[in-house]
C-alpha cells in the first residue's frame, strides 16, 4: 500500500498573520488563499500536519491553554472549509532548552512518519522561517520558504540549507508543490 503524502505546515506567519508570538483570538487572521491552497493540495491527495515551536509559552508570555485557544480557533476555521489538520506539533520550550521537539529537531516529523505511516521523500515542510527549511532537510522532505511572515529576513539566514523553491505565499508553495511532485517510494 502507499505510504501517505503529508504537507508540514508552519503555522504563525504561514498560516496565519504574525504580529509577533500571536496567541490572542482576537488577533487571529487567516492569511489570504490558505484554505483554497491546501484545498488544492488535498484534492491532490496531500495529508496535513502543524508544526511549530512556541517558545512564547517558555518565555512565559502566554499559556498553553492561550496556544490552545487560538489554535482550536483555526482548526475550526479550517474545518469549516473542508481541511482537515490531523495533527498539531507544538514546542513550548526556551531555545537553548536542547529539547528534541524544537524544529528544526526532526523528532515530531520522524513521530508523525511512525503514526501515520508516512513516506517523508514524498512530503513537504512549508514556513516562513529558515528554521522550517532545516527541518525539512533534517526529516529528508521537500522544504518551501515563504515570504510572508518573517521569509524576507529568514531567507537571508538558510546559509547552506538546501531549499526547493522560495515563494510568495502559500497558495504559491501548493503551486510548487503540485508541479514538482517528489517520487513516491512505496
Ligand atoms: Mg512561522
Ligand atoms: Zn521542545
Not at 66 to 81: H, K
Not at 127 to 155: F, K, Q, W
Not at 160 to 166: F, K, L, R, S
Amino acid at each position: 500500500m502507499d505510504r501517505a503524502r503529508f504537507v508540514f505546515l508552519d503555522r504563525d506567519g504561514t498560516l496565519v498573520h504574525d504580529g509577533g508570538y500571536v496567541h490572542k483570538v482576537e488577533d487571529y487572521r487567516l492569511l489570504p488563499g490558505v484554505v483554497e491552497a491546501l484545498r488544492s493540495l488535498r484534492d491532490a491527495g496531500f495529508r496535513f500536519a502543524i508544526v511549530t515551536n512556541q517558545s512564547g509559552i517558555g518565555r512565559g508570555l502566554y499559556t498553553e491553554a492561550d496556544f490552545e485557544r487560538f489554535q482550536r480557533r483555526l482548526l475550526d476555521d479550517l474545518e469549516a472549509g473542508s481541511i482537515a489538520i490531523e495533527a498539531t506539533y507544538m514546542c513550548p520550550h526556551l531555545p537553548d532548552a536542547r529539547c528534541t521537539c524544537r524544529k528544526p529537531e526532526p523528532q515530531s516529523l520522524l513521530d508523525a512518519r511512525d503514526r501515520f505511516a508516512i513516506d517523508l521523500a514524498a512530503s513537504w515542510v512549508i514556513g516562513d522561517h529558515a528554521v522550517d527549511v532545516r527541518l525539512a532537510a533534517n526529516a529528508g522532505c521537500g522544504g518551501i520558504l515563504l515570504l510572508t511572515g518573517h521569509g524576507a529576513e529568514e531567507r537571508h539566514k538558510l546559509g547552506d540549507t538546501p531549499v526547493d523553491a522560495i515563494v510568495a505565499d502559500l497558495p504559491a508553495a501548493a503551486h510548487h508543490i503540485l508541479t514538482h511532485e517528489r517520487s513516491v517510494r512505496s
